[in-house]
């Protein structure tokens, strides 16, 4: 098992100015190997590939790391032809091409193979499967876990890398080296410790704050690669409206943007501490700037470790509907000036504060067509009519689907399942006197379905985007 941490910096290798294509990428690689050495940078490629893959099984990705794995040993060391690693780079991309690969299936493998050249390899290289709807790594006991590192303890380490890294795949790469190494060196410890319960207990501990990283850290880069920056600024100021509604837009905005650019700036670095040193930055601006306003963000605020205030906040149920007065719409002049966008997500913030059952995948739907309409009005010889029409429209078939959305989130947060399940029933036979049996078993088992997976805080984006 690895034991020393991996220097992150290796894998942001700046090319050499005389350097360009084939042999930039030789060098890069080489230098990673060498300093390495062979099993970390075999463990780096199990993780990075395990990661880009992250629909792959753990047979293919096996394939693809003996594969990375032997070209660096034998094109990195001292006197290997010039030639070696682009010929093998080349016999690799042409394996990935043929129809029996044993590489991870990627829909856009055959774009990328009716190219040649480097061309092929670069754009092979770019491949990456989305994130997993819903994680499936899920801890064993600590009695498991000792059984499984015994029996083989390369074996047990492979997998688990594997399994971790296909699961958080969206975490940065940096909270993942970190996550990863952490926990294997607790069951080399702890295995072969005279009192395992008490070895786990203490390290579990010592690494809940890099647990919740990766959980937190995970989910928020899965919303920013659904969302991009935009998006995600809203979805993170419409979550906050839900559980502040007291605070007003002025107030919810910057936190929003800065939340935004904790995404931007660390989801795809390569930096030791970015996603860490900049959430807990963000965690503190939030706590200064809302426990005053809103008891339960005081409560969360108090504790001294900032990544757990940060979860507190993060799984925080929205508060009750507030008594607000009605909110005024933005004109056509306001929505297609100059600060449309900032009208149009003040309105939306407005809807969100008032409705805060409404679960993100249904906001940030209407996040898309706030921008759809934006986009097809105010390019119209008259946007006012072309405003006026459609949301009039939009009014009509919207305002009973959020009505319907919200009710459905709000009592499942609220109930018990099988109450839940139970009343949903009922409501079901009600509203559908003409179904059949098996018509309302089907219609409850999809609403079933969309408020299991997305009236939670963790609702994987792009499921849900498709289950709205």
Same mark, same amino acid.
């Given at each position: 098992?690895?034991?020393?941490?991996?220097?992150?910096?290796?894998?942001?290798?700046?090319?050499?100015?005389?350097?360009?294509?084939?042999?930039?990428?030789?060098?890069?690689?080489?230098?990673?190997?060498?300093?390495?050495?062979?099993?970390?940078?075999?463990?780096?490629?199990?993780?990075?590939?395990?990661?880009?893959?992250?629909?792959?099984?753990?047979?293919?990705?096996?394939?693809?790391?003996?594969?990375?794995?032997?070209?660096?040993?034998?094109?990195?060391?001292?006197?290997?032809?010039?030639?070696?690693?682009?010929?093998?780079?080349?016999?690799?991309?042409?394996?990935?091409?043929?129809?029996?690969?044993?590489?991870?299936?990627?829909?856009?493998?055959?774009?990328?193979?009716?190219?040649?050249?480097?061309?092929?390899?670069?754009?092979?290289?770019?491949?990456?499967?989305?994130?997993?709807?819903?994680?499936?790594?899920?801890?064993?006991?600590?009695?498991?876990?000792?059984?499984?590192?015994?029996?083989?303890?390369?074996?047990?380490?492979?997998?688990?890398?594997?399994?971790?890294?296909?699961?958080?795949?969206?975490?940065?790469?940096?909270?993942?080296?970190?996550?990863?190494?952490?926990?294997?060196?607790?069951?080399?410890?702890?295995?072969?410790?005279?009192?395992?319960?008490?070895?786990?207990?203490?390290?579990?501990?010592?690494?809940?704050?890099?647990?919740?990283?990766?959980?937190?850290?995970?989910?928020?880069?899965?919303?920013?690669?659904?969302?991009?920056?935009?998006?995600? +600024?809203?979805?993170?100021? @419409?979550? %906050?409206?839900? *559980?502040?509604?007291?605070?007003?837009? !002025?107030? #919810?905005?910057? /936190?929003?943007?800065?939340?935004?650019?904790?995404?931007?700036?660390?989801?795809?670095?390569?930096?030791?501490?970015?996603?860490?040193?900049?959430?807990?930055?963000?965690?503190?601006?939030?706590?200064?700037?809302?426990?005053?306003?809103?008891?339960?963000?005081?409560?969360?605020?108090?504790?001294?470790?900032?990544?757990?205030?940060?979860?507190?906040?993060?799984?925080?149920?929205?508060?009750?509907?507030?008594?607000?007065?009605?909110?005024?719409?933005?004109?056509?002049?306001?929505?297609?000036?100059?600060?449309?966008?900032?009208?149009?997500?003040?309105?939306?913030?407005?809807?969100?504060?008032?409705?805060?059952?409404?679960?993100?995948?249904?906001?940030?739907?209407?996040?898309?067509?706030?921008?759809?309409?934006?986009?097809?009005?105010?390019? +119209?010889?008259?946007?006012? @009519?072309? %405003?006026?029409? *459609?949301?009039?429209?939009?009014?009509? !078939?919207? #305002?009973?689907? /959020?009505?319907?959305?919200?009710?459905?989130?709000?009592?499942?947060?609220?109930?018990?399942?099988?109450?839940?399940?139970?009343?949903?029933?009922?409501?079901?036979?009600?509203?559908?006197?003409?179904?059949?049996?098996?018509?309302?078993?089907?219609?409850?088992?999809?609403?079933?379905?969309?408020?299991?997976?997305?009236?939670?805080?963790?609702?994987?984006?792009?499921?849900?985007?498709?289950?709205?």
């Amino acid at each position: 098992l690895w034991s020393q941490s991996i220097p992150c910096s290796l894998l942001t290798i700046p090319p050499s100015p005389a350097l360009s294509g084939k042999a930039y990428v030789r060098e890069k690689v080489c230098q990673e190997y060498k300093m390495l050495g062979k099993e970390n940078f075999r463990t780096l490629t199990i993780i990075a590939n395990s990661r880009k893959y992250s629909n792959g099984t753990f047979e293919e990705i096996g394939h693809l790391v003996r594969e990375i794995v032997s070209l660096a040993e034998t094109c990195c060391t001292d006197g290997a032809e010039p030639s070696c690693y682009d010929t093998g780079s080349t016999a690799l991309s042409a394996k990935s091409c043929s129809a029996d690969s044993p590489f991870p299936a990627h829909p856009g493998t055959a774009e990328c193979c009716a190219q040649e050249g480097l061309e092929r390899k670069l754009c092979l290289a770019a491949l990456r499967h989305p994130p997993q709807p819903l994680r499936r790594y899920l801890q064993p006991s600590d009695k498991e876990l000792c059984q499984a590192f015994r029996q083989d303890p390369r074996e047990f380490a492979d997998r688990f890398l594997y399994e971790y890294s296909s699961s958080y795949s969206q975490a940065p790469l940096p909270v993942l080296l970190g996550s990863t190494r952490t926990f294997l060196s607790m069951v080399s410890t702890c295995c072969i410790s005279p009192a395992p319960t008490a070895c786990f207990l203490k390290e579990k501990l010592e690494r809940k704050t890099l647990s919740l990283l990766t959980l937190t850290s995970n989910r928020i880069c899965t919303r920013f690669s659904a969302y991009g920056k935009d998006k995600v +600024s809203f979805s993170y100021l @419409a979550s %906050l409206a839900q *559980k502040v509604p007291s605070a007003s837009f !002025e107030d #919810l905005l910057p /936190l929003a943007e800065g939340a935004a650019e904790v995404s931007s700036q660390c989801c795809d670095s390569v930096a030791e501490d970015c996603m860490q040193k900049k959430l807990l930055e963000h965690t503190a601006k939030v706590c200064t700037a809302l426990s005053a306003r809103d008891g339960r963000f005081a409560d969360c605020c108090k504790g001294k470790n900032l990544m757990e205030n940060h979860f507190c906040i993060l799984v925080m149920p929205p508060a009750p509907a507030p008594e607000l007065p009605e909110a005024s719409e933005p004109t056509s002049k306001e929505l297609c000036g100059k600060e449309g966008a900032l009208h149009a997500t003040r309105s939306l913030f407005e809807l969100a504060r008032r409705h805060p059952s409404l679960p993100d995948a249904v906001l940030a739907k209407l996040f898309d067509s706030s921008e759809k309409l934006r986009g097809e009005c105010c390019s +119209s010889k008259d946007p006012s @009519a072309c %405003l006026d029409s *459609k949301r009039k429209r939009m009014e009509a !078939e919207l #305002l009973p689907f /959020l009505e319907k959305a919200g009710q459905l989130c709000g009592q499942y947060n609220k109930l018990p399942f099988l109450e839940f399940k139970k009343r949903l029933r009922d409501s079901l036979t009600q509203a559908e006197p003409e179904a059949s049996p098996a018509q309302l078993e089907q219609l409850l088992e999809q609403r079933v379905s969309f408020a299991s997976t997305c009236c939670l805080p963790d609702a994987p984006p792009l499921l849900c985007a498709s289950k709205v």
